[in-house]
């Protein structure tokens, strides 16, 4: 089945930059989406179409895609920016239309 | 804003089936402008797609659940449901239901074709698989 696999763990300190990498064989075809999810809380898209903003997303969220690897920033770490960051995307076959990344959990120190 | 609650048992016994309902408020259901989905999260573990299904009851599953799954939609109460069918101890986890935008695109081969993805979730429910 089709893999899109993620860094387990980015630390990051208040003020620096956080850059969450997500690879996988058909994101040269297939556009990306990141989600931020809180504890105990629902996912929240926060960039989509590789590098769209939804509304009410902060500027500091920014996503890049280059070949088979697509790249969520955050620019200027914010404490509440603390959260696990999952990528998703589908399969160039169109076997599984929504794929999702093995999650990335940033840590700001 | 459009709001999704899930709402069903937190408890199922092992081979029973799971049922849970999603209720979609500050919206049509019928719109004809999305489609609606059912995600899951195992404690502790990242997000599994499940299956969604369109306004006219036009369904798709993830292949590794499509023998179990079962997504129907009742237009007339703005809601869309899951069952689950013959489950496990592997199926307890946190049961989110989303909204997908269709949304269509030209990709870089002159294609088209929609983007997948999910720009509102419900706030999830437990379920528990236990005897």
Known sequence: SYELTQPPSVSVSPGQTARITCSGDALPKQYAYWYQQKPGQAPVLVIYKDSERPSGIPERFSGSSSGTTVTLTISGVQAEDEADYYCQSADSSGTSLYVFGTGTKVTVL | ?131
């Open chain 2, 1 to 131: 804003q459009v709001q999704l609650q899930e709402s069903g048992p937190g408890l199922v016994k092992p081979s029973q089936t799971l049922s849970l309902t999603c209720t979609v408020s500050g919206g049509s259901i019928s719109s004809g402008s999305y489609y609606w989905s059912w995600i899951r999260q195992p404690a502790g573990k990242g997000l599994e797609w499940i299956g969604r299904i369109y306004t006219s009851g036009s369904t798709n599953y993830n292949p590794s659940l499509k023998s179990r799954v079962t997504i129907s939609v009742d237009t007339s109460k703005n809601q869309f449901s899951l069952k689950l069918s013959s489950v496990t101890a592997a199926d307890t986890a946190v049961y989110y239901c989303a909204r997908d935008p269709i949304d269509p695109y030209y990709d870089s081969s002159g294609y088209y074709t929609y983007s997948n993805y999910f720009d509102y979730w419900g706030q999830g429910t437990l379920v528990t698989v236990s005897s």
